[in-house]
């Protein structure tokens, strides 16, 4: 039998995205890029396993904010916060399945341009959101923000986080995203490894001190 979708090579393998029994090059060509693939798919986890990261000159400069300086110190002061909002784009994802990477590449790139603007002039200025990925993103990243300084109130009687911390955490998410992206259209790589360090069951950061360490590292 012919494979499904180029109609010409023999068929090798089970697509899961189009139920059908496709070819090893369309299957190659094709993953992520027109096909929907599911997290599951046995070729999908082994092309991953082999896949290099993307080169930097694959990426474009003013995507990953270079301007902004993320120190390695600030990835262990401010731990529990970046445990908080990946927790937070892991939520937004699970709670709308059809969310791609580039969704939530968009929505953090988004809220990291606000909070640049806000550090930069002080001016408190919100540029709408251009799509419901991006709003769904930042209704769960405000939320968590919100939980992160109640925590440190209630613990400490008084919250430490800035609006340029914030800027920081989202600046370096940015980059995680895109280090684990493939980048092709439908990549869902990036959201798979938040569900991978967030199993559905467990639940947010609620306060800095009892959680355990985990820190993420692009």
């Keep these: ?14 697509c899961p995205a189009i139920h059908g029994r496709i070819c090893a090059q369309c299957c190659g060509e094709q993953r ?29 400069p003013a995507e990953l904010f270079l301007k902004i300086e993320v120190p390695d110190q600030f990835m262990y002061e401010r731990e529990h916060l970046l445990m ?18 580039r969704d939530l590449i968009s929505g953090i790139s988004a809220l990291a341009n606000r909070y640049e603007r ?40 008084y919250s430490t986080l800035r609006e340029s911390d914030v800027l920081k955490a989202l600046v370096f998410l940015v980059r995680l995203a895109q280090g684990r992206t493939s980048g092709r259209p439908k990549s869902r790589a990036f959201i798979d490894f938040l569900f991978q360090q967030f199993p559905e069951k467990e639940s947010a950061i609620l306060a800095p001190q009892e959680a355990p360490s985990r820190i993420i590292l692009p």
């Design 1 to 14: 039998m012919s494979c499904a979708i180029c109609e010409v090579r023999k068929e090798k393998r089970f």
């Design 32 to 60: 992520e890029v027109t096909l929907d693939c599911p997290s599951e798919c046995p070729y999908l986890i082994q092309a991953r396993e082999h896949e290099k990261p993307r080169a930097a000159d694959q990426l474009d």
């Design 84 to 101: 908080g909002l990946t927790f937070a784009l892991a939520k937004a994802a699970r709670a709308d399945r059809s969310l791609l990477d």
């Design 118 to 157: 806000l550090v930069n002039s002080g001016l408190h200025y919100e540029q709408p959101l251009t799509s419901e990925a991006q709003r769904r993103v930042a209704v769960e990243v405000e939320a968590m923000l919100k939980e992160y300084r109640e925590a440190e109130q209630k613990h400490m009687g």
